[in-house]
C-alpha cells in the first residue's frame, strides 16, 4: 500500500503541488517570503527563519525549510534581500536561492511605495528510487519499475528565476502584489526530455493595524493566490499584547474545492530583538481523514535599530556663543 502512495503522491504533486507556491500559514510575519519589494521597508536588518511539516503522519506529505535576510540602503532609498528555500513533497525535491532588490518611493511622512524584483536560481530534483509503480520489480537485487516513463534514478533540472512585485506600507496598513513562477515538472518516455517549466502565479496580501486599547492591538490580513485557473484564499486575525505576546488565527479556502484548514497562531517576543512563533493547521481538506494537522514554528531576529544612515558628525560648539 505505501508503495501505490509514493505514486499517488508523484501524481497528486505534478497536479497540484508542483504547480503551487510553498505554503506558510504564519505569511503576516514574513511579507517578504512572498514579495521582493518588501527588502529593507522595516528600516533595519530583519532574518526569518521557517520550519514547516505539512499533513503530519501522511508519507510524503511536504516539508519546507525557508530562511531570508533583507536589509535597507537609505543612501540610494532601496532595499536588499536574500532568500533561500528548499521544498520537499515525496519523490520531488526543490531548492532555490534568490536575491532581491527594491527601490522606495516615499508618497508620505508615513507611507512608502517599494518597486522589487528578484533573480535566482533553483533546482528540481526527481528521486525514482523513492516510487513504486504497479508492474514494477523491486525484489532485492532487482529493481526495475517497468515503467517508459518513471525514472529508475534521481533526474535533476534547474533554471533561473525571476520574480516581481510592488508594496504599499504605512504604519496602518500593508498592501502587496507579487508575481512569480511555479515550476512543473514534465515527463518522457524513458525520461528523455526531462525539464520544468514555469507558470505564473500572482499573490495579493492585504493587512490593518487597529489600535484597540492600551497595550492590546489587531492585525486583519488576507493572502490570495491564483495561477489562473485554480486560486486559494487566506483570511487572518491577530491579536499583540504590550507588543511582547500575540495570537490568533486563520481559515484557509473557501469553496467545497478549496477548503483547506483552520490555523491557531501563537508567539511571542524571546527579547528585544528575537520573537518565536508556532502555528498548528487543522486540516478540514478530505485529506483530514490521513493526517494528523501541520506544523510551522517560524523565529525571526530584527536588529531594531537603524542601519546603513552613516554616523553622525561630532558637535563642535562655537566659543561666541558660550
Given at each position: 500500500m505505501k508503495y501505490y502512495l509514493h505514486l499517488?503522491?508523484?501524481?497528486?504533486?505534478?497536479?497540484?503541488?508542483?504547480?503551487?507556491?510553498?505554503?506558510?500559514?504564519?505569511?503576516?510575519?514574513?511579507?517578504?517570503?512572498?514579495?521582493?519589494?518588501?527588502?529593507?521597508l522595516e528600516s533595519t536588518l530583519v532574518a526569518t527563519g521557517v520550519y514547516r511539516q505539512q499533513w503530519s503522519g501522511l508519507t510524503g506529505a511536504p516539508v519546507t525549510q525557508h530562511i531570508n535576510a533583507h536589509l535597507p540602503f537609505y543612501a540610494i532609498s532601496s532595499g536588499v534581500g536574500i532568500r533561500l528555500e528548499n521544498d520537499v513533497i515525496g519523490a520531488h525535491n526543490t531548492s532555490q536561492v534568490s536575491l532581491s532588490y527594491d527601490y522606495h518611493l516615499d508618497i508620505n511622512r508615513n507611507t512608502l511605495l517599494s518597486f522589487g524584483f528578484s533573480a535566482g536560481y533553483l533546482q528540481y530534483v526527481l528521486d525514482g528510487t523513492k516510487l513504486r509503480a504497479p508492474e514494477g520489480t523491486y525484489d532485492d537485487p532487482d529493481f526495475s519499475h517497468n515503467d517508459l516513463v518513471i525514472p529508475e534514478g534521481k533526474e535533476r533540472v534547474g533554471a533561473p528565476v525571476f520574480e516581481t512585485g510592488i508594496f504599499l506600507l504605512s504604519k496602518k496598513y500593508e498592501i502587496g502584489v507579487s508575481l512569480q513562477p511555479v515550476f512543473a515538472a514534465k515527463l518522457g518516455s524513458n525520461a528523455i526530455g526531462f525539464a520544468i517549466k514555469p507558470i505564473p502565479h500572482g499573490i495579493v496580501y492585504g493587512a490593518y493595524n487597529i489600535d484597540l486599547?492600551?497595550?492590546?492591538?489587531?492585525?486583519?490580513?488576507?493572502?490570495?493566490?491564483?495561477?489562473?485557473?485554480?486560486?486559494?484564499?487566506?483570511?487572518?486575525?491577530?491579536?499583540?499584547?504590550?507588543?511582547?505576546?500575540?495570537?490568533?488565527?486563520?481559515?484557509?479556502?473557501?469553496?467545497?474545492?478549496?477548503?483547506?484548514?483552520?490555523?491557531?497562531?501563537?508567539?511571542?517576543?524571546?527579547?528585544?530583538?528575537?520573537?518565536?512563533?508556532?502555528?498548528?493547521?487543522?486540516p478540514l481538506s478530505p485529506l483530514s481523514s490521513v493526517n494528523r494537522g501541520s506544523h510551522e514554528l517560524l523565529l525571526r531576529y530584527s536588529l531594531n535599530k537603524p542601519i546603513g544612515v552613516g554616523k553622525l558628525p561630532p558637535i563642535i560648539y562655537n566659543p561666541r556663543f558660550f
Open positions: 499517488f503522491l508523484l501524481l497528486f504533486a505534478s497536479s497540484l503541488f508542483g504547480q503551487q507556491v510553498p505554503q506558510f500559514s504564519m505569511y503576516s510575519l514574513n511579507p517578504y517570503s512572498f514579495n521582493p519589494a518588501y527588502a529593507g486599547v492600551e497595550n492590546l492591538a489587531l492585525k486583519p490580513s488576507f493572502l490570495v493566490k491564483s495561477d489562473l485557473v485554480q486560486t486559494q484564499a487566506e483570511i487572518s486575525l491577530l491579536a499583540k499584547w504590550k507588543d511582547n505576546i500575540f495570537a490568533g488565527s486563520s481559515f484557509r479556502g473557501f469553496g467545497n474545492t478549496s477548503k483547506d484548514a483552520f490555523i491557531i497562531i501563537a508567539g511571542l517576543k524571546l527579547n528585544d530583538k528575537t520573537t518565536l512563533a508556532y502555528s498548528f493547521d487543522v
